[in-house]
């Protein structure tokens, strides 16, 4: 099951559990159990131990500072932004003498929002024009906008400096019409590099955790750049289940052999050239 690497400290320990066992089927069984939760199992290079135990991870202490959480949630695919959102009511024109919503027409043509479809108008102040439209299914970004818990954040891309229609495609590092670049950028608001590999989520955190705040990034389901700080100094993000918590020991009806308390054994303290994908693994266990 780990192609030779297991350490000898767990083969020694996985040796006794064996042995203990008068039932040689059953042995097996808690062999392959506690083989399962050793990182050699979970990784594929050298796991080396030190043979001292793993220091158990203190709580930070409690902060003084207000709770307070920031959602960010990512709608993975493309979005035809113009038919979220569009002009309704403009009087403010161009150079050519065109309000929004006459460039509105003349750009969208037949996929305009047409006037039968322009129910949920929502007003604004300080735009080109003094109301827009929601798409009419969006009765939640309407009901949201209107109670003042929803911005909207138009005509905002990734962008390194000002360009044109003439030299975008030099001036430009990313990808302007790639939906993979474009999510990855939106996760990261870094255009210049100057945090390689890092999220806007996890730099705010750091930023956070430096004024005396406990700031801790939380990613649903699969781990996100968004939520990587800093190297060296960043809070590690937690993953957690879109459903119910999974513990750990959902053991079946008649099973008596509990393999937690050789969790520890199985995942002691490493040295410092030992694998990153085995310590990664035991220090999230």
């Known amino acids: 099951l780990t192609g030779g690497r297991l350490s000898l400290s767990s083969r020694e320990m996985i040796d006794e559990v064996i042995e203990a066992e008068p039932n040689p089927a059953v042995a097996i069984i808690k062999a392959q159990q506690l083989v399962a939760l050793s990182p050699e199992f979970h990784s594929t290079n050298m796991v080396r131990k030190t ?16 709770y307070k959480a920031i959602v960010y949630v990512l709608l993975d695919g493309g979005v035809d932004s113009f038919n979220m959102l569009a002009p309704h009511t ?3 024109q161009n150079a050519d003498g065109q309000t929004l919503l006459e460039q509105y027409y003349a ?23 003094s109301q827009f439209v929601v798409h009419r299914d969006l009765e939640i970004v309407e009901k949201l906008y209107k109670d003042n818990d929803l911005a909207f954040f138009a005509n905002a891309g990734v962008i390194n400096k000002p360009v044109n229609k003439k030299n975008y495609n030099e001036e430009t590092k990313t990808q302007l019409f790639a939906h993979n670049a474009m999510q990855e950028e939106a996760q990261k608001v870094d255009p210049f590099d100057g ?43 937690l993953t957690v289940s879109s459903y119910n918590s999974t513990a750990f020991y959902p053991s079946v009806e008649g ?16 040295e410092l050239h030992s694998s ?9 266990l």
């Not at 007003?123 to 080109?128: E, F, K, L, N, R």
């Not at 008596?256 to 995942?267: A, I, K, V």
């Open 107 to 129: 750009e969208r043509t037949s996929i305009a929002i047409t006037e039968a479809e322009r129910s949920r108008i929502v007003d604004a102040t300080g735009q080109p024009c």
């Open 276 to 284: 990153l994908y085995g310590e990664t693994y035991s220090k999230r």
């Open 90 to 92: 403009c009087t403010q």
């Open 51 to 66: 043979g001292a135990t793993r220091p158990e991870l203190q709580s930070p202490p409690a902060s003084t500072n207000p």
């Open 195 to 237: 945090a390689p590999g890092t999220g806007i989520l996890g730099r705010m955190c750091d930023i956070l955790n430096g004024k005396g705040y406990n700031a801790q990034p939380i990613t649903v389901e699969d781990a996100t750049i968004a939520t990587v700080g800093v190297p060296g100094g960043a809070a590690d993000p």
């Open 255 to 270: 099973e008596t052999f509990d393999p937690r308390p050789y969790l520890e054994r199985l995942n002691d303290s490493v």
